[in-house]
């Protein structure tokens, strides 16, 4: 129990802080793909918050059609090591293969989900009040556009 008692909320932790970053990045990404307002000041906020770990990246890593390739090679990196951390606290190790394969998994599953609450975040809004205007909903109709 000695081990454990203390490892459980540094793997929370640790699980959470890399999470929200790896869903900012993925956003900025989506938005990004997506044409969306850069002026937004939810764009803006991504952008702050993103750039420092990019901007070294999209130097070594060039951009390719409407995706860019450095966001999405940071996410991976960031998911292999999230998953690395991870399983040394539990004490499992994990090949570096397997880790590609499961980060991977996981970062589709996250652009699933992005899109999947954008829709639904888009719909409940459509029901409660559908000509407000705010900064999240027209990033969440830039996204949900077809």
Do not use: C
Not at 21 to 45: C, E, H, K
């Amino acid at each position: 129990m000695g081990s454990s008692y203390y490892t459980n909320p540094l793997i929370f932790l640790v699980d959470i802080i890399f999470s929200i970053y790896i869903m900012m990045i993925m956003l900025r990404t989506v938005l990004q793909w997506a044409r969306a307002d850069f002026y937004n000041p939810l764009s803006q906020l991504l952008v702050t918050v993103t750039d420092p770990a990019l901007k070294p990246l999209q130097r070594i890593i060039p951009a390719s059609s409407r995706i860019d390739t450095a966001a999405v090679v940071l996410m991976l990196l960031l998911q292999m090591f999230s998953l690395f951390l991870i399983g040394n606290l539990r004490g499992s190790g994990v090949g570096p293969f397997a880790l590609l394969i499961v980060s991977f998994a996981e970062l589709i599953s996250l652009l699933l989900n992005v899109f999947l609450f954008s829709i639904l975040i888009q719909v409940v809004l459509s029901w409660i009040n559908p000509g407000a205007h705010n900064p999240a909903t027209s990033l969440i109709y830039s996204i949900t556009e077809p």
